[in-house]
């Protein structure tokens, strides 16, 4: 039985082909006890915890705030802020928890179905009873998975870009929501809601211990994805190469932008862009960029193959960095792995290897090409080893 045949609880004994091809990017989906018997790896402290380290994106959303209705504030926050908070109504919010959490990344192995490259990050809200961002619409894929506590999550259906919205605050809230029909839950833990993109949804706490964990994914708007690939086209191309008319004809008015020259003018572009090899360099160089640049650090020691070698017997595996992205592409028999919005040419085996979550072992280093490539991805700062607690503390 292949993989994408074999039903998941995950997806409420639906097989991923079957998700892919029914729910994907056209409908929710409710699953009911999607991880049963799960046990919450982080508390509300210790996400107020992180929302106080400066570098962590964090959001407070307090529905009636000390300046107004829907105040968001941004961290990093201090112990006073969370202290003078009232008992309802109001939610924190932590980007990229997965990041700093490995027992809470360890949530994005469940959705290996998926590229890995299309996972963005989980986003961990906590919110006390009443708790609640508004009636709002995301533009990307979404799994709503509750950690603990209770939420009740209501939908609206698509919704339009054009849907006017709440003025004056520092959210997109919806200024009308009508619930859809069948489309009221109170979600309990190890529950789990998939929302396509563009659905209007609103969901709030029931209990003070409410934790809900945002699975999202990477999707790049047209304009983004049209302004990153002309850049990176850009920079290969000549300054020889430019707009001409060799064997134009006679204006008939001076002033007239003519269709001769328009189409002259379209075909120059779409020939420089139009370049299927050029656009996949770029998708995976675009789509492996770190979401946070400075969580990818350069190591700051000298390192060459045979330190690495020799660091590999000492000091075990090496790590992907949390916030490091892999990927890789073959095509007409060569293998680029993407890292970290790099491309790096390799055999697909030593890419494959590379790309996985898998800890690095010295055995990695049989491949070819292995001892240099990891050696680059070292000192580049996108694969590391475990550090020590009592390092950090000296």
């Known amino acids: 039985m292949q993989p994408s045949d074999k039903p998941l609880t995950l997806l409420g004994d639906l097989t991923p082909a079957e998700f892919l091809a029914s729910y ?56 006073a802020t969370f202290e003078r908070l009232p008992e309802r109504n109001w939610s924190l919010l932590v980007q990229a928890v997965d990041h700093y959490l490995p027992s809470v990344a360890a949530l994005l192995d469940e959705f290996d179905f998926l590229p890995r490259w299309r996972l963005d990050d989980i986003m961990v809200s906590y919110a006390p009873p009443g708790g609640s961002v508004g009636p709002h619409v ?29 003025q004056g605050i520092d959210l997109r809230i919806l200024e009308t929501f009508e619930i859809e029909e069948d489309s009221d839950w109170v979600l309990e833990p190890g529950d789990m809601l998939y929302l396509p993109p563009g659905w209007a949804h609103h969901g709030v706490s029931q209990t003070d211990d409410c934790i809900t964990m945002s699975v999202g994914f990477r999707a790049p708007s047209a ?40 189409e002259r003018m ?37 390192m060459d193959e045979s ?27 060569t293998t680029t792995l993407f890292v970290d919005g790099e491309g790096y040419t390799c055999t697909e085996a030593l890419a494959q290897r590379l790309a996985s979550t898998a800890p690095l072992h010295e055995d990695v280093l049989e491949l070819p090409g292995a001892k240099a490539l990891i050696t680059q991805l070292v000192k580049a700062g996108s694969l590391s080893w475990l550090q020590d607690d009592d390092d950090d503390e000296e």
Request: contains cysteine; aromatic residues 8%.
């Open 138 to 166: 995301d533009q990307y894929d979404v799994f709503l998975f509750q950690a603990s506590g209770q939420r009740r999550w209501q939908l609206g259906g698509p919704t339009s870009d054009d849907a006017p919205i709440v």
């Open 24 to 79: 994907w990017q056209q409908k929710p989906l409710l699953i009911r006890g999607a991880i049963p018997d799960y046990i919450s790896p982080i508390e509300p402290d210790e996400l107020a915890g992180l929302a106080c380290e400066p570098g962590i994106e964090a959001r407070l959303v307090e529905e009636k705030g000390p300046d107004g209705a829907w105040q968001v504030s941004h961290g990093p926050f201090d112990e």
């Open 307 to 333: 330190s690495l070698v020799a660091q590999l017997q000492e000091d075990g595996p090496l790590y992907h960095m949390p916030g490091s992205r892999f990927a890789w592409r073959t095509e007409n028999g």
């Open 266 to 302: 379209r075909q120059l572009i779409l020939s420089t862009l139009d370049n299927p090899q050029q656009i996949a360099q770029w998708f995976g160089r675009a789509m492996t960029q770190p979401k946070y640049v400075d969580q990818v650090v350069p190591l700051d020691t000298p």
């Open 223 to 262: 304009d983004e994805a049209v302004t990153s690939y002309a850049d990176y086209r850009g920079e290969q191309l000549p300054a020889s190469l430019r707009y001409s008319d060799a064997g134009r004809a006679p204006a008939t008015h001076s002033g007239e932008l003519d269709d001769v020259s328009v």
